[in-house]
């Protein structure tokens, strides 16, 4: 039997803890995309966006912490485990809602329809915005850092993410608004004001995955662009 080497149990005992954050991220952000929200920034925008995008960028910064530290395939693996986590959400909440409520229930049929109801068309366009978004974002990651030789980090967490978030936007409102679930004429806000947030948002995570790069690179003795193989 092969011995584990005591540093790549704990990288893995790590990979598990992000793995778990990035899909109980994913799997929030579709279960309470009904509610929108408006923020003012400062006054110069206001942002009208379901709150389902609030746990959403954590899982690019996830992504690309994975991608720095253990390697593309690493990376792509969640985002696969992302999947299968999604439909499972999926499956489950279809059978709650096939399940009659009795007469004292708290939350009735109808009203769990209302909130939940839609979660199905929400999870499928989520799914397939997710899945162009997410492998875009690991492709483009991995370009720049092979292009910069490791070197600015910055660069490509933000220059993948830009891009890739721009994809996830545009084709969950686009999905949403083609079958009847948000009105075409919030299409442009929802657009610029998803994407912008989520811009916002990745600039303002820049640190962190700064921070959570050194943290691991210095518990797994790792050089400057080096990965862990696991």
């Known amino acids: 039997m092969k011995e584990i080497h005591p540093q790549h149990y704990s990288a893995y005992k790590v990979y598990?803890?992000?793995?778990?954050?990035?899909?109980?991220?994913?799997?929030?952000?579709?279960?309470?995309?009904?509610k929108f929200f408006y923020w003012d920034f400062f006054g110069v925008y206001t942002f009208e966006i379901s709150v389902g995008v609030?746990?959403?960028?954590?899982?690019?910064?996830i992504t690309d912490l994975i991608s720095e530290i253990y390697g593309k395939r690493k990376a792509n693996q969640i985002v696969t485990a992302g999947i299968f986590a999604?439909?499972?959400s999926m499956l489950i909440v279809y059978t709650a809602q096939m399940v009659p409520a009795t007469s004292w229930s708290?939350?009735?049929?109808e009203l769990f329809s209302k909130v939940f109801g839609s979660t199905v068309i929400a999870v499928l366009a989520s799914m397939l915005a997710y899945l162009f978004a997410q492998y875009i974002d690991i492709q483009l990651f991995h370009f720049w850092k092979?292009?910069?030789?490791?070197k600015h980090l910055w660069l490509r967490n933000n220059c993948s993410t830009f891009l890739s978030q721009f994809v996830d936007t545009f084709t969950v409102v686009f999905l949403l608004c083609s079958v009847g679930k948000i009105a075409w004429e919030n299409f442009?806000?929802?657009?610029?004001?998803?994407?912008?947030?989520?811009?916002?948002?990745?600039?303002?995570?820049?640190?962190?995955?700064?921070?959570?790069?050194y943290i691991l690179r210095r518990k797994f003795n790792l050089k400057p662009a080096e990965e862990i193989n696991l």
Do not use: E, H, M, R
């Open 54 to 61: 609030l746990p959403y960028p954590i899982t690019f910064l």
């Open 146 to 150: 092979k292009l910069t030789k490791g």
């Open 86 to 88: 999604s439909l499972f």
């Open 188 to 213: 442009s806000i929802l657009l610029l004001s998803g994407f912008l947030f989520k811009v916002l948002i990745a600039a303002l995570d820049t640190p962190f995955l700064y921070l959570g790069t």
């Open 106 to 109: 708290p939350i009735n049929d």
């Open 16 to 34: 598990l803890v992000l793995a778990s954050l990035f899909i109980a991220s994913l799997v929030a952000s579709n279960l309470i995309f009904q």
